[in-house]
């Protein structure tokens, strides 16, 4: 837990128990949770958080470049504490989304002149190998 305290306050962010406990897990974890995933994770352990807490939470990890959040247009976000350049692929069969190591291709020379870019994500789609071996 000091090392999780150590880590935001590197950045910029108080440590309190909450934050602590949403950052924590959020690190541990490589699932991508939503919102509601790591509320119901930590919910037995710290009854006293709410969902506002872990979104907020969520925010200011986000604000501080210390989570990235992926949208994979099913309504609702997850997010993933690891901010190194990788991707992400969601199996369209049980839903899960794993970690590509490979960072996504520079796109600087595919944007308008005087154009900055700032970031880019690669999101891909297709089963996984469990769902591939099901069908």
């Not at 490589?30 to 807490?53: C, F, G, M, N, Q």
């Not at 069969?93 to 595919?110: A, W």
Request: contains cysteine.
């Amino acid at each position: 837990m000091q090392e999780t305290a150590s880590i935001l306050k590197q950045h910029g962010v108080r440590p309190s128990l909450q934050r602590v406990c949403v950052y924590r897990y959020l690190r541990n974890v490589k699932t991508h949770p939503t919102v509601d995933e790591i509320y119901s994770a930590l919910l037995p352990e710290y009854p006293s958080l709410s969902r506002t807490t872990v979104y907020n939470t969520l925010e200011l990890l986000l604000a501080n470049d210390l989570a990235i959040s992926l949208d994979f247009g099913d309504g609702f976000l997850r997010y993933d504490a690891d901010c190194t350049p990788h991707s992400h692929f969601k199996c369209k069969g049980c839903g899960k989304v794993f970690d590509v190591m490979l960072p996504p291709p520079d796109c600087t020379q595919m944007i308008p002149a005087g154009f900055t870019l700032t970031g880019t994500f690669l999101y891909m789609f297709g089963l996984c190998d469990k769902c591939s071996t099901n069908n």
